[in-house]
């Protein structure tokens, strides 16, 4: 009953047009009814202690971080390494693509943003040299997925908040799995490109490489400097944001000089804007995750999921079946946020490693941002190719069934994730 209630609100408010944050407290406040401990004072006070957490500073600093980025030139001269590096060759710029997706990824850990990065410097060089733009916006799309799963991760972030678990042993067990992606990526763009007449632009020159390398080093250096600084312990992943910030503000200022003093009040003004929606609907949905603790729709949902329980694996392709299908009707942070509390009982439960299926959650929400109808980063893609959603769903699917295929390649052997993960620690 208590389940049917939990769906019935949420889906019910949602279906009123009502934004996520909202359904979600319509949600708890429709809980706090059924169990008769309404108390306007216990929300307002779940609220404010729903964001009350240290870790969460992270989000606003790595927003910032990817707005400098961007203005201070970091982004373009990434894209020039990758082309400069790979774009010779057959369907070049696709793997330029995905080289930069990968690169601008582990610095803001943004998929929105990452991806209207890399496709508003592309996509043009993609029409210009001819190549099959709804191909080419799915590639990018697809490859702008990649930012949840490597570091520094705000899903993972999220994540790691609502689950209480370790943000760092998160983020260093995504590296591979993000590395796998885009290897995917590149080998289903390699069959896709031998189908279309694409011309070589030009033939390698090692001279323009080398000054591109140079130019960009200050760019490139920054990937090194997050992840090598939580590796070694020299500061957790709130204080790399902040490290961040501060590089991409200097680089950008005084190496570059791409970027001027009088751009910041805008810059942070569009960060602190995308990160208080961030923010709000995390408060909003702890306070339903507290909710659904005091409720004990977890016991539920363990009891519902019990003759999964002695097959990990098969427990593992069953939420990930349900993942997958929650994920085309929300977004990655609301699936996250509502699914976590009920589904972590469950998985400590069954001895499933909670670092391994955050890896494994976090990826397949981040797949869901490219399936209709949400799709945000198909949205996103759209908008800046200037190109029909339809045109841009059709040239997603072979890399959205690289990626979902290898999620469940994951999935039947967890040491794809777990090995390289205790390495990296």
């Known amino acids: 009953m208590t389940i049917a209630i939990f769906l019935a609100a949420l889906l019910g408010a949602m279906a009123l047009g009502m934004p996520i944050a909202f359904a979600l407290l319509a949600c708890g406040v429709a809980l706090m009814l059924h169990l008769n401990t309404f108390d306007t004072q216990i929300l307002a006070q779940n609220l404010l202690e729903g964001v009350n957490n240290y870790p969460l500073m992270a989000v606003p600093f790595f927003m910032l971080a990817g ?180 590089y991409s503000l200097l680089v950008g200022l005084l190496v570059y000089r791409e970027l001027k003093l009088s751009w910041l009040p805008e810059l942070m003004l569009a960060a602190a804007k995308t990160s208080s929606t961030v923010m709000f609907l995390v408060a909003c949905a702890l306070v339903s995750a507290w909710l659904i603790t005091i409720a004990d729709i977890p016991a539920q949902a363990t009891a519902l999921l019990t003759p999964f329980m002695e097959n990990p694996k098969l427990l593992m392709f069953m939420i990930m079946i349900l993942v997958i299908v929650v994920g085309t009707a929300l977004d990655l942070m609301p699936t996250v946020l509502i699914l976590t509390p009920i589904l972590m009982p469950v998985i400590r439960q069954a001895g499933i490693d909670p670092v391994y299926f955050g890896v494994m959650f976090i990826m397949n929400n981040a797949i869901g941002l490219l399936t209709p109808p949400v799709g945000t980063v198909l949205n996103v893609v759209a908008g800046v190719a200037k190109t029909n959603l339809d045109n841009v769903i059709k040239g997603v699917w072979p890399f959205l069934l690289a990626q979902t295929a290898l999620l469940f390649l994951f999935v039947l052997f967890p040491q794809l994730v777990m090995v390289p993960a205790a390495w990296f620690r």
């Open 67 to 246: 707005e400098l980025m961007n203005a201070g030139g970091l982004s373009r001269r990434i894209v020039h390494v990758a082309d400069s590096l790979i774009g010779h060759v057959r369907g070049g710029l696709g793997y330029v693509a995905i080289i930069a997706c990968v690169v601008v990824a582990s610095i803001s850990g943004s998929a929105v943003a990452d991806t209207a990065a890399v496709a508003a410097l592309l996509i043009p060089m993609m029409r210009n040299a001819g190549y099959n733009v709804p191909r080419a916006a799915g590639l990018i799309a697809a490859g702008g997925i990649i930012a949840p799963v490597v570091p520094p991760s705000i899903a993972f972030v999220i994540f790691g908040v609502a689950a209480q678990i370790s943000i760092t042993k998160l983020f260093l067990a995504g590296i591979f799995p993000g590395l796998m992606m885009a290897i995917a990526l590149a080998v289903t763009w390699g069959l896709c490109a031998r189908k279309e007449a694409l011309v070589t632009r030009r033939k390698f020159d090692l001279r323009q490489l080398l000054r591109a390398l140079v130019d960009g080093v200050w760019a490139l250096a920054l990937p090194l400097v997050i992840i090598g600084g939580m590796k070694v312990g020299v500061f957790t992943p709130t204080e790399a944001a902040v490290v961040a910030v501060v």
